[in-house]
């Protein structure tokens, strides 16, 4: 079963940025996030530290 959240996990974790994953999976950075979210929501950890950085 494809699971398009753990996908953006793994790009993101490649990356190292959820501008450069977005921008790689062709989807906004907003999108990159949301799906983040809903898998640490889904999974109950915290998967990546945030930060804001440019």
């Known amino acids: 079963m494809y699971n398009p ?13 959820f501008n450069k994953a977005a921008e790689e999976s062709y989807i906004t950075p907003t999108a990159a996030i949301k799906q983040i979210n809903l898998l640490e929501e889904s999974v109950g950890i915290k998967l ?4 804001h950085r440019d």
């Not at 990546?48 to 930060?51: G, L, M, P, S, Y």
């Open 48 to 51: 990546f530290e945030q930060t």
């Open 5 to 17: 959240q753990i996908d953006t996990f793994i790009c993101v974790a490649d990356a190292g940025s």
